[in-house]
């Protein structure tokens, strides 16, 4: 949940965690780490974990880039992450990409230094590249079927998927999204008819428990260590 999201509705994330589901923070106000810096990221987080926190009665411990800017220019925040305590991000793209990819990391959990578990986002190998499938816009436009395919070759050590309110949302219409060019713009626009459907088959008999549970439960005990600047990251 964006923080400032959180600040207009607040029912709404309280809703939310009345629901069964979990609460994670995702940016004060959805700034990529790029544009942002360290003293500011921060301030800015412990004010939104403060934030969701008064407002649905737990602890946060989850976290995800906004628009997956953990890269190898942004890896400074990652210094911050279990002093405020997070227990697991999700914020890499493993891959090259267009925007803000991080071609090196591994593409299976492994921890910050500080113990912090990293999630990247699932890939998968088309022709020699490395691609996001799982989520998002990628999600939108490849067809179920490969979509089901690769999840059944990759998903050994159980996988994570996320989508954005206008993934979903035909009735939204173009928008000139901020922060992109316009050939992307038309592209996050078109082809949500079937998201919802199409994940419902997705999920169908593959739910789990929360990522907080999953992670403070130990199963990821045994992702390897990646200190900043080691050599699997270069």
């Not at 793209?93 to 999630?119: C, I, Q, S």
């Amino acid at each position: 949940m964006v923080g400032t999201v959180a600040v207009q509705f607040p029912v709404l994330i309280q809703a939310i965690a009345k629901a069964g589901h979990e609460v994670a923070f995702h940016g004060y106000d959805h700034t990529p780490l790029e544009e942002d810096e360290p003293v500011r990221f921060r301030r800015d987080t412990t004010r939104g974990l403060q934030l969701l926190e008064d407002l649905i009665g737990r602890k946060v411990v989850g976290y995800r880039a906004p628009i997956f800017s953990l890269t190898r220019a942004t890896m400074w925040c990652v210094d911050a992450f279990a002093s405020l305590g997070l227990t697991y991000s999700s914020s890499i793209v493993p891959a090259a990409n267009p925007r803000r990819g991080f071609p090196g990391a591994p593409r299976h959990p492994f921890k910050w230094p500080g113990g912090v578990v990293e999630l990247p986002a699932a890939t998968t190998s088309i022709g020699g590249l490395i691609v996001p499938f799982l989520g998002g816009v990628y999600f939108r436009y490849f067809p179920t079927r490969f979509v089901l395919h690769r999840l059944r070759q990759a998903a050994a050590g159980g996988l994570w998927t996320y989508l954005h309110p206008y993934d979903c949302d035909p009735g939204e219409g173009f928008q000139r999204v901020e922060r992109t060019n316009m050939v992307e713009s038309v592209i996050l626009a078109f082809n949500r008819q079937g998201t919802l459907k199409k994940m419902e088959r997705l999920l169908k008999d593959r739910t789990h428990a929360p990522l907080r549970e999953r992670v403070a439960a130990g199963e990821f005990a045994e992702a390897p260590l990646i200190s900043v600047g080691q050599s699997e990251l270069k």
